[in-house]
T-cell receptor, first 115, second 118 residues
């Protein structure tokens, strides 16, 4: 069974703290993604990675960075957390097969509150 | 740019009612279309998808048909259940580029909250 796990379901941090969100997938997928989900805005892509040590900016990368040192792990880093980064963060992974296209599989999400 | 527009929610229905959630898109190129569902407290799960015009995706009694002429991918179910209460997201993905990378960025609608009462 496909599995994407995120290190925490809930986090509370203070403004200015450095925050690490971890995501692990066990499906040997090449691609991994970080989204944030906010009411009325749907999901917005922060960063994605299509290979180890590779990363690409998504639609809203400001204030975030990422790290992918191993294929199965993709970390999202908030260098200095701010209150406007309070949100639900979702990780996803995918692979592409020519005949079947691509499906993204999502983790359960991390709800981050920045005080 | 690419975008997805869903009907505004929340949608509240009684059990066994007919459901339609509208979704329209704008895209350069020829996208694949998806419906994802998010149950309370969980991440997103793929509900169904369609990869070319006139394809019909279906799963768990839900259906959606890829209409290129109207750029739409409306979600329907003939008889909803309380367990269908969730947030539904329409999304599109352009085909991966020819440069060799396999990713395809998903663009999501804003989500529609569905509540089904007994």
């Amino acid at each position: 069974d496909v599995k994407v796990t995120q290190s925490s379901r809930y986090l509370v941090k203070r403004t200015g703290e450095k925050v690490f969100l971890e995501c692990v997938q066990d499906m040997d997928h090449e691609n991994m993604f970080w989204y944030r989900q906010d009411p009325g805005l749907g999901l917005r892509l922060i960063y994605f990675s299509y290979d180890v040590k590779m990363k690409e900016k998504g639609d809203i990368p400001e204030g975030y960075s990422v790290s992918r040192e191993k294929k199965e792990r993709f970390s999202l880093i908030l260098e200095s957390a701010s209150t406007n980064q309070t949100s639900m963060y979702l990780c996803a992974s995918s692979f592409y097969r020519l005949a079947k296209g691509e499906t993204q599989y999502f983790g359960p999400g991390t709800r981050l509150l920045v005080l | 740019g690419d975008s997805v527009t869903q009907m505004e929610g929340p949608v509240t229905l009684s059990e066994e009612a007919f459901l339609t959630i509208n979704c329209t898109y704008t895209a350069t190129g020829y996208p694949s279309l998806f419906w994802y569902v998010q149950y309370p407290g969980e991440g997103l799960q793929l509900l169904l998808k369609a990869t070319k015009a006139d394809d019909k995706g279906s799963n768990k009694g839900f259906e959606a048909t890829y209409r290129k002429e109207t750029t739409s991918f409306h979600l329907e179910k003939g008889s909803v259940q309380v367990s269908d209460s969730a947030v539904y997201f329409c999304a599109l993905r352009l085909r991966p580029n020819a440069g060799g990378t396999s990713y395809g960025k998903l663009t999501f609608g804003q989500g529609t909250i569905l509540t089904v009462h007994p």
